[in-house]
Structures are given as structure tokens and as C-alpha cells.
């Protein structure tokens, strides 16, 4: 049984500071990782995708991957309460085979 | 372009009544999900297409769901006799390479 893992939350961050969200998969066979942000209400959006060992950067947003240790991270620096939402993780573990997503964490950015 | 759509956005019956979901996938992506997001709660796969390959249904709660795809184009998820723990957003995504791409969702609630 294929897992992805993140905690639950809530975790709360000062306005500001750096956001720093963990998953960690079973598998050591996996090809792509995402993150996805869901908003109370609303459907998952995808805001990064990795699929390389390293940190991958986009605006605010960083994810690092490091497949030997089978986590994969989401950084997000100079939160704003806008950041608050449910945070999922996704892996993908061979080409043309079925995303599995984390449960999701709960992050909020306190004023 | 249009993105992933789903019909109705929202859907009331009465307990025991069967309904059905309608999901359009963007044009050209090979495979389609359908997901139980029940309030506060995580994603639930419920079942996969992948082109003209044999669905995964491993997700799929009981033998009163069903959903069926033609080609790669629309789907539909059936509930059949409805009981109120399915009440909850079903939502639908289709898949490029490995990217989902998310319908806005069936709010169905069960009285």
C-alpha cells in the first residue's frame, strides 16, 4: 500500500515568517511530487511540482525534495494570511500510474 | 481554455433516491478521477480512468457507486439508493502528464 503522510495541523505561523510544510512517502520507486493548496470551500490548486532531488523555487514558494530520505517539503517565506489554507501533498510513483495525495495540512497565518 | 466542469454544482434528494454526476474533463487529458471530500476531511479516491485501460475502482465505497467513461471525454458517477453518509462534495480532475487539474465539485447533500 503506497502512502503519502503529512500532519494534520493546524499549524500556525506569525504573518512574516517562514512556512514550512512536510510529507513524507512509502515509496522509494516515485517519479513526481506536488503540492497543492485547498481553500475552505474551494477545489485543490496545483502550486509546485518537483521531480528532481533539490529545492525548485517559485516566487515565495520553495519545495525540496530528497528522495534518498523519501520526504518532499514546501517552504513558504513572508507568509500572508492569504496562505491560509490546506496544504496537499501528492506523489505520483511511476509514469501513466495513479496520484495518491497526502490528507492534508491545516496552515494558518495569524496577523 | 475551459477548464474541468461539473454538473450540478450543487444536488439535494431524499434518502434512497439515486443520482448522478456529471463530470467534463479538459479536452485531451487521458485520465479522470473522481474524489469524496466530506466537510473537514481529506480527499477520498474514489476511482480512476486511465485511457481505454480497466478502471481502478479499489476506491469506490460500496456496490451502489458507479461511474463510467466513454472514450476520454465525460463521466459519470452514480449513486444509487442514497444514504445520508454520502453527503458530501464529489469532485472530479483530469490529468495531463501528471498533473490533476480540479472541477469546482457536486456539493450533494442526502436528507
Known amino acids: 500500500q503506497k502512502e503519502v503522510e503529512q500532519n494534520s495541523g493546524p499549524l500556525s505561523v506569525p504573518e512574516g515568517a517562514i512556512a514550512s510544510l512536510n510529507c513524507t512517502y512509502s515509496?522509494?520507486?516515485?517519479?513526481?511530487f506536488f503540492w497543492y493548496r485547498q481553500y475552505s470551500g474551494k477545489s485543490p490548486e496545483l502550486i509546485m511540482s518537483?521531480?528532481?532531488?533539490g529545492d525548485k523555487e517559485d516566487g515565495r514558494f520553495t519545495a525540496q525534495l530528497n528522495k534518498a530520505s523519501q520526504y518532499v517539503s514546501l517552504l513558504i517565506r513572508d507568509s500572508q494570511p492569504s496562505d491560509s489554507a490546506t496544504y496537499l501533498c501528492?506523489?505520483?510513483?511511476?509514469?501513466?500510474?495513479?496520484?495518491?495525495f497526502g490528507s492534508g495540512t491545516r496552515l494558518s497565518i495569524r496577523p | 481554455g475551459a477548464g474541468v466542469s461539473q454538473s450540478p454544482s450543487n444536488k439535494v434528494t431524499e434518502k434512497g433516491k439515486d443520482v448522478e454526476l456529471r463530470c467534463d474533463p479538459i479536452?485531451?487529458?487521458?485520465?479522470l478521477y473522481w474524489y469524496r471530500q466530506r466537510l473537514g476531511q481529506g480527499l477520498e479516491f474514489l476511482i480512476y480512468?486511465?485511457?481505454?485501460?480497466?478502471?481502478?475502482k479499489s476506491g469506490l465505497p460500496s456496490d451502489r457507486f458507479s461511474a463510467e467513461r466513454t472514450g476520454e471525454s465525460v463521466s459519470t458517477l452514480t449513486i444509487q439508493r442514497t444514504q445520508q453518509e454520502d453527503s458530501a462534495v464529489y469532485l472530479c480532475?483530469?490529468?495531463?502528464?501528471?498533473?490533476?487539474?480540479f472541477g469546482p465539485g457536486t456539493r450533494l447533500t442526502v436528507l
Open positions: 518537483i521531480y528532481s532531488n
Open positions: 479536452s485531451g487529458h487521458t485520465a
Open positions: 480532475a483530469s490529468t495531463a502528464t501528471d498533473t490533476q487539474y
Open positions: 515509496d522509494r520507486v516515485s517519479q513526481s
Open positions: 501528492a506523489v505520483v510513483y511511476s509514469s501513466a500510474s495513479k496520484i495518491i
Open positions: 480512468f486511465q485511457g481505454n485501460s480497466a478502471p481502478d
